[in-house]
């Protein structure tokens, strides 16, 4: 079995020593004394987890002592070897007058995850030597037993891959990383290779899904919203919603939805699991991970136009895509090629912003408290959204909470979840939560070309982008947006301002006279309408993922057993 890394030490969670004491409480289901590595070993499953305890102390001694313990959870596969490993083995320990081809029969093997430094998993193998077939049956008996409680596991998945986007790997990535994996956990898949824009929304939309545990992404964001929007419509048609009216009460998708990265920035997957790697996400499928997260719906005069969970961006980001389409030979250096562009042309763009805030959230976009795995917030917000379901907000005393800004700006930009990805570990907004229904919306008014780039620089070395005078954020839980010139006037006015600077503004690329409004980058997608509407839906939809686990590397110790 390949392995991503192979790291000598671990970063543990915070919880790793209470779930060892917990396993350590639980009554034992079997107890013995096993060989790993021709050293013995009291090992001990319960319901909750693996341990094995070593009988004889290594000299010196280890760091972090010689106990090991797995959660059951995250038990990958048990398996006995077949009778081609038995005689490779025999063959290969022949001179060795210790070790029998009788030995190596009564073995079996323990995959399980293993985390490493900055959120990464790895499979990790562990076999065990009985002294008996019998007892080693009974093990594997045992272990497969557990293994088939863990109920949230998948067992069929539907594989959609994208061989085009980022840097065209999505089915190498998928074959030599995802699939052997996926087969080792005994997990069956029916894969499809998309052919043309949008194939995996217009599959969801009419394919029979009953069969299915869950769905799978491999490429990058425009992969998988293509895949969130099959799956939200297809729930949305079944229940009979109008998806076009803003006011509607989505229903929530049952379907969960893994993301394999393998796009050119894989902001979604690397916010929600805190890396981009696909053995990882692979691993967080495998054993049925669930992580809620909000979703945006935008509209434009009552007309359904996509779905969100990271970024909707005016602007800085919208102009940046819009010119990056342009240039997509370039691959993903394209968008550092036109983030430049955008910030030398340094356009702001002039409208009438209205959102409605969120009053009853116990977080703010500055309280320095991110979103994490078992966040309590997120957990909160789910049954008080669940509540207001049963009793609605009067429309008349929610009209009294709107507010409103008019001004110049450079960039709006409403944020899902915190918009982590390599190039920025924090984040357009570092304090967004996964699931509490709201997005922090956030304001950067008209200013100097310098002091831009200070707020842009801060998105990538720690320091609070929005301690800055021309920066607003605020947590809202619907937003509005209308630009000066309504896109039914833009037309006329473009028309007059090309035929007024048209020779001017080509010989200077920094004229702002022609382009009066910009694009919304949504998800990195395009949304031409300037005017639009936006609602959270919170906890809409769910992924094989339990977002970014608070990592503590002075509880890291060595679980090696070689």
Not at 262 to 268: H, K, L, M, P
Not at 486 to 499: A, C, H, L, R
Request: aromatic share 8%; with cysteine; glycine share 6%.
């Amino acid at each position: 079995m390949p392995h991503s890394l192979t790291p000598s030490r671990r970063p543990q969670s915070c919880d790793d020593r209470r779930c060892r004491r917990a396993m350590d409480e639980r009554p034992a289901l079997l107890l013995s004394h096993l060989l790993v590595n021709n050293r013995p070993f009291q090992v001990t499953l319960t319901k909750t987890g693996l341990c094995w305890r070593s009988l004889q102390p290594r000299k010196p001694p280890a760091t972090g002592g010689e106990k090991h313990c797995v959660p059951v959870a995250e038990i990958i596969a048990v398996r006995e070897p077949d009778v081609d490993e038995i005689n490779k083995e025999c063959r290969r320990w022949q001179k060795m007058p210790s070790v029998s081809s009788e030995s190596i029969l009564h073995t079996f093997t323990v995959y399980h995850v293993q985390r490493s430094k900055e959120h990464h998993w790895w499979c990790r193998e562990v076999t065990f030597c009985c002294s008996d077939q019998q007892l080693c049956n009974q093990w594997v008996q045992a272990l497969e037993e557990q293994l088939d409680l863990q109920a949230m596991r998948p067992k069929n998945l539907i594989v959609f891959i994208n061989p085009f986007g980022g840097k065209r790997l999505g089915k190498q990535i998928y074959d030599e990383k995802v699939a052997p994996l996926f087969q080792l956990a005994c997990i069956t898949t029916e894969v499809i290779v998309t052919e043309r824009a949008n194939h995996a929304r217009d599959y969801l939309l009419e394919a029979d899904l009953e069969k299915y545990d869950g769905i799978v992404s491999v490429g990058g964001d425009g992969m998988f919203s293509e895949v969130m929007h099959g799956v939200i419509g297809r729930t949305q048609n079944n229940a009979c919603i109008n998806q076009n009216h803003p006011d509607a009460e989505l229903g929530p998708c049952d379907l969960r939805i893994g993301i394999i990265p393998a796009g050119s920035t894989d902001c979604i997957c690397y916010a929600t699991v805190g890396a981009n790697d696909p053995v990882t996400s692979a691993l967080h499928i495998i054993v049925g991970d669930s992580q809620p997260i909000d979703v945006s719906s935008v509209h434009h005069q009552n007309m359904f136009l996509k779905y969100s969970v990271s970024l909707l961006g005016y602007g800085f980001y919208g102009d940046t895509l819009l010119d990056s389409e342009k240039n997509r030979w370039m691959g993903p250096s394209r968008y550092d090629f036109s983030g430049f562009k955008a910030f030398l042309t340094h356009q702001c763009y002039e409208g009438t912003i209205s959102y409605l805030p969120a009053t009853d959230t116990l977080s703010n976009p500055r309280d320095q408290r991110p979103c994490t795995a078992g966040c309590a917030i997120c957990q909160n917000s789910g049954e008080q959204s669940q509540k207001a379901r049963e009793y609605k907000i009067l429309k008349s005393e929610e009209q009294k909470q709107w507010k409103v800004i008019k001004g110049k700006f450079l960039a709006i930009n409403l944020a899902n979840m915190s918009c982590a990805c390599p190039k920025s570990s924090n984040g357009l907004s570092p304090a967004a939560h996964l699931a509490d229904g709201t997005m922090d919306l956030i304001l950067v008014r008209k200013c100097s070309r310098f002091s831009f780039l200070r707020h842009l620089i801060r998105h990538t070395n720690g320091n609070d982008q929005f301690d800055l005078a021309f920066v607003e954020v605020y947590r809202v839980k619907r937003f509005k947006f209308v630009p000066k010139y309504s896109d039914e006037e833009d037309g006329d006015i473009q028309e007059v301002s090309k035929n007024l600077f048209g020779q001017f503004c080509r010989d200077h690329p920094t004229c702002s006279s022609v382009q009066l409004a910009s694009s919304w980058n949504c998800d990195g997608e395009i949304i031409e309408h300037a005017a639009i509407e936006v609602r959270v839906h919170c906890q809409l939809l769910r992924l094989f993922a339990r977002g970014i686990e608070m990592l503590s590397s002075e509880n890291g110790i060595d679980n090696s057993v070689d």
